[in-house]
């Protein structure tokens, strides 16, 4: 099992769940009840996966896509360790990930 770090960004402390290699991180937060909406479901359409990871683990993820970069780029409060949650498989090598939700998050919901 590999197992992942969701630090709240209001400094309320760090959840840390487990789960296999192969699952996407986008329902690996969502299933730990992380505010990700992931509303386009993985099609790079929306950019509400948006994570930011801990800068020390961020050169273990393998490069984002051009079209990641491009949702990236739209995506609010996004910072240089920004990552799309759905573009994100889960292997061994990135056991003890360490993220962090964009706290622009909540208030994207329902405008
Ligand atoms: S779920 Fe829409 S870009 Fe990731």
Request: hydrophobic share 40%; proline share 6%.
């Amino acid at each position: 099992m590999i197992r992942v770090r969701f630090e709240d960004a209001r400094g309320g402390g760090v959840q840390e769940v487990q789960a296999p290699p192969g699952v996407r991180l986008l329902e690996v937060a969502q299933n730990a009840g992380q505010p990700l909406e992931g509303t386009c479901e993985g099609q790079m359409a929306c950019s509400t996966c948006h994570v930011i990871v801990a800068p020390e683990d961020f050169e273990r993820l393998p490069p984002a896509s051009e079209e990641e970069e491009d949702m990236l780029d739209l995506a609010i409060g996004a910072v240089r360790t920004s990552r799309l949650a759905c573009q994100i498989l889960l292997t061994d090598t990135l056991d003890g990930l360490t993220l962090r939700m964009p706290s622009a998050h909540r208030d994207m919901q329902g405008r």
